[in-house]
């Protein structure tokens, strides 16, 4: 993230209305997926990232950026978006961490684990009901592309864990 | 040279698209809940990567078109993925081989993609690779895990490997156009990714007690348009309503 000046910066703060539609307690600018803002002339350029290449929130967070800022007085946006550098859970906010275990959602752990190796070893994911580390992969892919299926042994509550990439 | 470009990507998005829709077909037939579901992730992660280079195609071709065009509007002859992908899903055990020799395949060519002179491919291949890790890990732990289950389960895994590993050879293959995009700089020499990818393959029948398969007779035909019978039938099904409705929108 670069350094904003006023305008942007209060651009960015407007920005944070905009939710994500699969997890809506977290906000663009939690998830990491809002890169930049810029203003030009009387244009205000947002640039954005997709968590997953076929991450079908993307058009609607689009959608709903440039509804936001025009409300607000911002008549003409555009919206980029980059592939690079790609998107990594690491830039997920430690706000938007607490907000997601809140929710119900294993945050994820920091994103190192090489998964290029066949049986690398499992990060122990912290069940979001009652914190036991005792729990167990159901899946890789769940709900959405961005989370993983985890069972907790000891409350044996089923959870979704925001998987790292 | 912007041909050379455009029909480069376009050959790579049309293997993402073609294998993405191939497992979107599993859609409320997985065999348990939890593959259904990891299943059509993956579909939409191959859709997401076609549509990026879809993208990146119109750029280069600058004739208004769109990505809907490269998807909906072009015949078999024109697409130029590779045969593997466009194969019919069969049993799992088939559905999961087919996966596990072109995601091996994935994992390494986007390794190196992400190195490519153009930085749009680049770019695309550093997002791609995150994602291919993921695909890779769940169809070698399939074929490890059937390979290595029951007597039947590794009758019809072995079974499977012996069948598409001759759809393989044009993975690790080069035409003109993978040497000359090479020579740019911008793309990777399929050969160059033999010994990693055979090395890696060996390591995963090997744990699942899978034989390697000997054959040394390959297919070829899909990167010059030259297809099996079964992609016909995909792109009819797949192209029938923007065919059909050219209007139609969502």
């Known amino acids: 993230m670069t350094q904003l000046g006023q305008k942007e910066s209060e651009i960015f703060e407007l920005l944070k209305a905009v939710k994500d539609p699969e997890v809506p307690v977290l906000d663009i600018t939690d998830l990491g997926v809002l890169r930049k803002v810029e203003v030009i002339d009387q244009e205000v350029l947002v640039t954005i990232t997709p968590t997953y290449s076929g991450c079908p929130a993307m058009e609607m967070i689009e959608q709903e950026i440039v509804a936001c800022l025009n409300q607000h007085g911002y008549p003409k946006v555009k919206v980029n978006l980059v592939l690079s550098p790609a998107w990594t859970t690491d830039w997920m906010s430690e706000e938007g961490k607490v907000k997601l275990k809140a929710y119900g959602i294993a945050p994820p752990e920091k994103a190192t684990e090489d998964k290029s190796a066949l049986f690398p070893e499992q990060k122990k994911v912290g069940c979001p009901q009652c914190n036991s580390k005792n729990t167990e992969l159901v899946s890789q892919f769940g709900s959405t592309a961005c989370k993983a299926l985890y069972k907790c042994l000891d409350c044996q509550e089923p959870f979704d864990y925001f998987k790292c990439l | ?250």
């Open chain 2, 1 to 250: 040279m912007t041909n050379d470009l455009l029909k480069y990507v376009l050959r790579r998005a049309d293997s993402e698209l073609v294998l993405g829709h191939r497992m979107s077909e599993w859609c409320g037939h997985g065999p348990e809940l939890e593959e259904d579901i990891a299943l059509i992730n993956i579909s939409l992660d191959h859709l997401g990567q076609s549509r990026s280079l879809y993208q990146y195609a119109a750029a280069v071709d600058g004739e208004a078109k769109t990505e809907d065009h490269y998807a909906f509007q072009r015949n078999e002859r024109d697409f130029g993925n590779f045969l593997i992908c466009e194969l019919p899903n069969g049993h799992y055990g088939n559905t999961i081989a087919r996966s596990f020799f072109y995601d091996v395949h994935s994992l390494l060519f986007y390794e190196r993609l992400v190195h490519s002179a153009d930085k749009t491919l680049a770019a695309i291949a550093e997002k791609s690779l995150k994602e291919v890790k993921y695909h890779f890990r769940h169809s070698a732990e399939w074929v490890i895990r059937l390979g290595d289950g029951t007597e039947e389960s590794h009758a019809k895994m072995q079974e499977a490997i012996d069948e598409i590993w001759t759809y393989t050879g044009e993975l690790l293959t080069d035409d003109e156009l993978d040497i000359e995009m090479n020579k740019q700089g911008i793309g990777v020499l399929n050969s160059s990714l033999k010994d990693a990818w055979y090395n890696k393959v060996e390591a995963v029948l090997n744990e699942a007690t899978l034989k390697i398969p000997e054959g040394a007779y390959f297919q070829t035909g899909g990167k010059s348009g030259i297809h099996t019978e079964h992609l016909g039938y995909l792109l009819a099904e797949m192209q029938y309503l923007p065919r059909q409705h050219p209007e139609a929108t969502w």
